[in-house]
């Protein structure tokens, strides 16, 4: 993601419209700051954003019975509560609400009116609203993934606010949302053994985890860089056909993170082999290798993953082109 925040609208209401352009690549993670204006303000917005003292922070998250990405909506709700949210799990009887203490602090878990949990709110003091948030997913979801298991229930967190106490603004973490498009049939040529991939694609859109999108596009990139790339060659040679082979390399985009900007423009099949295979796909895969087990409640590993299910989109979608365009040399 950009790393300077970008002003992309004002409000005197406690509403606005967002373009979906300004959240840049659909799927791709975002920071929403929502900053007040109060006069004889003493900090300019770019100031308060870039604060690194220590300050208090309540994190609070909407929890639901079905996936539904932040952004992923055409409306996103920064000031949900307790009424909003709803869970598999409700309280027990005479209870308004769960509190839990843990190493990194005390959460806790409130119902909705139906008694279901619903929100969470946890208290902190950071430098920033990425530490705030990092710093409740550490505290917060190994209860969550406790409860899944011992429940044997799904518990989905569909949106975390950061509110900054000392500053009074507001953080959400969103996920670029899609455009519409029109859909023009005479542009489209679908390629009969492509069949797998382009179904492949869509299961990962429609997938709310980074660590299986990430799968599905790696998987994708295998098949068509490996086996389907080598039969089709195949093919040309025993029908005397000579393909225009396009150079393929990682492509570029404004919400890439600096851990994966520094392979923009490189060739596809190393940045596969080397970055993707080696460092990501086994993790994901095998779950424990010999660098560690895999902590998917993480606050960083989602972080990671998040962005990294962006790049291996684009690669995916690289890919994908480049094959088409070898296979319609045929036609």
Not at 34 to 55: C, H, K, W, Y
């Amino acid at each position: 993601m950009p790393t300077q925040p970008i002003l992309i609208g004002t409000s005197v209401a406690p509403s606005m419209n967002i373009p979906p352009e300004a959240f840049g690549t659909p799927g791709a993670r975002v920071m929403l700051h929502i900053v007040p204006q109060f006069p004889n303000a003493s900090l300019s917005d770019e100031a308060l954003l870039s604060d690194t003292n220590q300050r208090p922070f309540v994190v609070s998250a909407r929890l639901s019975k079905g996936p539904s990405l932040a952004g992923r909506t055409e409306h996103i709700r920064g000031d949900f509560d307790h009424k909003d949210g709803n869970c598999f799990l409700v309280v027990p009887p005479g209870a308004s609400a769960i509190r839990i203490d843990t190493p990194l602090g005390q959460f806790e878990i409130k119902k909705n009116d139906a008694g279901e949990l619903s929100f969470i709110e946890f208290r902190c003091s950071s430098a920033n609203p990425s530490q705030a948030m990092a710093a409740f997913i550490e505290a917060v979801y190994p209860t969550l993934d406790h409860f899944a298991y011992v429940y044997n229930v799904a518990i989905y967190v569909v949106m975390i606010r950061v509110f900054d106490v000392t500053h009074q603004s507001t953080h959400l973490s969103c996920t670029g949302p899609f455009k519409h498009q029109v859909a023009v049939d005479s542009e489209n040529l679908l390629f009969t053994e492509m069949k797998p991939v382009y179904a492949m694609y869509r299961e990962a859109k429609n997938a709310d985890s980074d660590f299986y999108r990430f799968l599905c596009f790696y998987k994708i990139m295998e098949g068509v860089l490996g086996k389907m790339r080598g039969e089709l060659f195949k093919r040309a040679k025993s029908a005397s056909v000579i393909l225009t082979v396009e150079r393929s390399v990682v492509p570029d985009d404004e919400n890439l993170s600096p851990e994966f900007k520094q392979y923009v423009g490189k060739p596809m099949q190393a940045f596969f082999d080397d970055v993707l295979t080696a460092k990501f796909r086994d993790a994901v895969a095998h779950f424990l290798t010999e660098d560690g087990v895999l902590q998917v409640s993480s606050a960083e590993t989602i972080s990671v993953y998040g962005e990294l299910a962006l790049v291996t989109d684009l690669c995916a979608r690289t890919v994908i082109l480049s094959h088409e365009r070898l296979l319609a040399q045929f036609t």
